[in-house]
């Protein structure tokens, strides 16, 4: 490793003075910045392998791969650990966790100070979003993980050319990152939007430690986007081309349900005389603006994926098993003796033998203390890959306007209450569908899998203020957007009595996106529902699809008893928002309500 560089190489004063005052507290040996080059990353791939904290993968079946394993108790972003600091508590709104800025810096210097003693400090410039696009944010991490450097070396642009453009007196997101041994109690990560700084200690793990991801990209994007009039969203931005021509959706779903397979898909057998050609632009978050054109624009403000790897193979996301073949690295999946990496209801013959992830000795058909099959990946093991890896990488996924956006869609993972597919009646009641996203709980957080939780726009875990104040800049947004999408909500996972999945899923959802496109353009038959317009069972293009007999019914049934427990489910939600709602969602609820007892009664 090059020793430290005495020289910082930026005159940013806020910079300077922010790296000196991190210095002082967290004393580290030596101090590196990074600069993003290959030889960089090289001698940092050296210094990880010679302290034990990445193991080279197969060089001839994995080039330029790399295997991580993580503390036990390190492997998933932990919500009951994440801050927003507020000066005010009403501000960070009743579905965060609110700590006092005063109390939240002292406490983290308690565990910050001297904390990298023994260590490098990495300084990381970063810019969310394309180097210099006017939708684009840029950080300064400091860290003293070299797993972090190399990952969010894949997940941002970092390095010599944001420091350029941050210039002698750019503002950027203060980033502070330390491993503090990552032990749960010096676990914590703490948003301080009102001084556009993050800290976070005591974990490596990704969602909690790259910091321009969740931390940035969502809880303070969302704070900026909403004093700037723009969206930061959790959402897959996709391209869909026909006949010459692509239009763009983006989807914004729960943790951990099928964004990076629905951004990657692969049209079905049944739709391929059609031509379709789907672009990857971005498969986890959206920053959105009004372009000049009156359309909303989207950009994805990462450069990688940070994806789920258990479940990802050659049948539900083969464009991910191609982007994952050099240059990622694997974290918390079973590592082959061989040097390859495997995972559950994963990619081809799992390897003779090998580690789990939690370094246990593993062998197909090992069993668990409790009798069952031996995990050799955790449930939310992952895969850091470069997004331009991808084969359906967008030709515009760089481009610093974006692209525009013809609908939105939301989405859960609801067993029964949601059909296949709905359109929402205009932009308010989008909102309100978005606000009122349910799903069943899935590996990425830590808590109980299989649990109903409420999760509006699929951002409860990442809105970095009062959700009440989101809803109202959601609301506020549309009169911004003279041209606004459609807004949609589908649910892939709805179950028939003996609870088998009713849809198949993966590149067959291409089919209701095909739908959505076709509503967007005033095609597509539907039938107005209660809850929206929902397709008539012969809308949906099914060519070459066999569903059972009475599934498309199924799919399509809008059940008013269901929707009316799930009304007491929307009010309980939004009660604990109190006075600070505003009236317009309560307008959707009574409209709602209303609707739905015509329907019972007619
Ligand atoms: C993620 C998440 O890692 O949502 O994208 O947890
Ligand atoms: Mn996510």
Redesign the pocket.
């Known amino acids: 490793m090059a020793p430290s560089q005495p020289i910082a190489p930026t005159k940013n004063s806020k910079l300077l003075a922010w790296v000196k005052e991190i210095e002082t507290l967290c004393q580290p040996d030596q101090i590196c910045w990074i600069d993003g080059s290959e030889a960089e990353k090289r001698r940092l791939e050296k210094r990880g392998i010679a302290r034990g904290q990445m193991i080279p993968l197969d060089p001839e079946k994995l080039p330029g791969c790399f295997y991580s394993r993580s503390n036990r108790s390190d492997v998933?972003?932990t919500e009951n650990l994440t801050f927003i600091c507020t000066r005010k508590k009403e501000d960070a709104g009743p579905t965060n966790n609110w700590m006092d800025p005063r109390e939240a810096y002292a406490k983290s210097e308690e565990v910050l100070k001297g904390a990298m003693k023994g260590h490098t400090m990495y300084i990381v410039p970063f810019s969310m979003g394309p180097v210099g696009s006017p939708f684009s944010k840029i950080g300064v991490e400091i860290t003293d993980s070299i797993y972090v450097v190399l990952n969010m070396r894949i997940m941002a642009r970092i390095g010599r050319k944001v420091l350029d453009l941050l210039g002698d007196d750019g503002d950027f997101t203060k980033c502070l990152h330390s491993k503090a041994e990552c032990d749960i109690s010096h676990r914590m990560i703490l948003h301080f939007p009102e001084d556009n700084a993050i800290v976070s200690t005591g974990s490596a793990y990704?969602?909690n430690a790259l910091l321009g991801?969740?931390c940035l990209a969502l809880r303070i994007g969302s704070w900026h986007a909403r004093q700037e009039n723009w969206l930061a969203e959790?959402m897959l931005i996709l391209g869909i081309e026909k006949d010459g021509q692509t239009r763009y959706v983006t989807a914004a779903f729960?943790?951990?349900c099928g964004?990076t397979n629905l951004a990657m898909l692969i049209p079905p057998e049944g739709l391929k005389h059609k031509g379709y050609k789907i672009w990857t632009v971005g498969d986890?978050i959206a920053w959105l603006r009004v372009g000049a054109d009156g359309r909303l624009w989207a950009v994805n403000p990462e450069a990688g994926f940070?994806g789920?790897a258990p479940g990802t193979n050659s049948r539900t996301n083969p464009n991910a098993i191609k982007t994952i073949q050099k240059n990622t690295i694997f974290t918390n999946v079973l590592l082959g003796d061989d040097l390859t990496v495997w995972w559950e209801d994963g990619e081809g013959a799992p390897p003779a033998s090998g580690t789990t992830w939690d370094g246990k000795p593993w062998k197909p058909g090992f069993s668990d203390e409790n009798g069952k099959p031996l995990l050799g990946a955790h449930p939310n093991s992952?895969f850091t890959a470069p997004a331009g890896q991808c084969p359906t990488i967008s030709p515009k996924w760089e481009d610093p306007q974006g692209v525009p956006i013809s609908a939105i869609i939301f989405g859960g993972r609801r067993e029964r209450v949601a059909p296949l597919v709905f359109e929402t009646f205009d932009w308010d009641h989008g909102v309100y569908v978005g606000a009122t996203v349910a799903s069943e709980r899935t590996a990425?957080?830590e808590g109980k899998v299989g649990e109903v939780r409420r999760d509006p726009m699929a951002m409860l875990?990442?809105c970095g203020y009062n959700m009440a104040d989101y809803f109202a800049h959601w609301l506020q947004m549309g009169a911004r957007i003279p041209k606004p999408p459609k807004i949609f909500h589908v649910n892939w996972f709805r179950k028939d009595e003996k609870g088998k999945f009713l849809w198949p899923g993966y590149g067959e959802n291409l089919r209701v996106l095909e739908w959505i496109l076709s509503r967007c353009e005033g095609d597509g038959k539907a039938a107005k529902t209660p809850i929206g317009f929902v397709p008539t069972k012969d809308a949906l293009d099914t060519t070459g699809l066999s569903l059972p007999a009475g599934a498309m019914e199924k799919l399509l049934e809008v059940r008013a008893e269901d929707w009316a427990s799930e009304l007491d489910g929307h009010k309980a939600f939004f009660e604990k928002f109190g006075p600070r709602l505003s009236q317009r969602m309560w307008k959707q609820y009574e409209a709602l309500k209303d609707r739905l007892k015509t329907a019972v009664a007619a």
């Open positions: 998933a972003r990704g969602g991801k969740k959790h729960p943790s951990a964004k986890d940070f789920v992952r990425a957080a875990p990442f």
